[in-house]
């Protein structure tokens, strides 16, 4: 707290954007408003239980090499690679995630932040990139319009739609092994209900050596456990 500021008085305000789901549909999302104060004598823990583990399995590099590149969800299938299999410095590598949603269900487009709270976007976010510089993401085609779970027309994919990213590897990059690590959120819908929303962890391994090698190394995608 700055000096001065009486934390009795203190007070923050937001709001909670949520969607309640069950094991097989979802209400539409809800926003509520909230103003949290500092209440006296009250002391809440500021770190989580020792023992406590991650909630995602890490695959190793051996698991990432040798994986599918291919998941089944629900009512989605989802695949994926990087090209090429070797690339040199200055090459771009190109990953590319192909969404297939099962008949009659669809998926929102991408975009970069939540703009209709009646909705959720489709989501592409890297959280390593191996030393990669990426590019935005580039769907493969726009969406078309059709009536959505609330009755209204919405923008969707309802075929399988494919997004491509490039990574520029650094003229300075070091050979070897280069981990690409993301996710991919998205929320599956049919014209009565949807699905709990989903988020599928993605991992690739870019291998940079003298010459560029032309070929597909496959992506691994898996959910948290």
Avoid: W
Wanted: hydrophobic share 35%; aromatic share 8%.
């Amino acid at each position: 707290l700055a000096s001065g500021v009486n934390g009795n008085e203190l007070s923050i305000s937001g709001s909670l954007f949520f969607q309640s789901c069950s094991e097989k549909s979802c209400l539409p999302p809800k926003s509520v408003a909230f103003t949290a104060r500092v209440v006296e004598g009250e002391s809440f823990p500021t770190s989580a239980p020792s023992g406590t583990s991650p909630a995602i399995a890490q695959p190793s590099e051996s698991e990432i090499r040798d994986a599918t590149g291919e998941i089944q969800h629900e009512h989605l299938t989802l695949r994926g690679h990087v090209s090429p299999s070797v690339a040199a410095p200055g090459d771009t590598v190109t990953l590319t995630l192909t969404a297939e949603p099962a008949p009659p269900f669809f998926i929102y487009p991408f975009a970069t932040e939540l703009v209709d709270k009646s909705s959720r976007p489709t989501l592409l976010v890297f959280s390593k990139t191996g030393g990669l510089k990426a590019g935005p993401v580039q769907p493969a085609r726009d969406p078309r319009e059709k009536i959505g779970p609330l009755g209204k027309a919405i923008e969707v994919y309802d075929q399988p739609i494919t997004f491509t990213v490039d990574f520029k590897v650094p003229q300075d990059a070091q050979a070897g092994s280069h981990v690409i690590e993301g996710l991919f959120a998205f929320l599956t819908c049919e014209p009565n209900f949807c699905d709990p929303p989903r988020a599928i962890h993605l991992q690739a391994v870019v291998d940079v050596g003298a010459r560029t090698m032309p070929g597909e190394t496959r992506l691994a995608l898996y959910e948290p456990v």
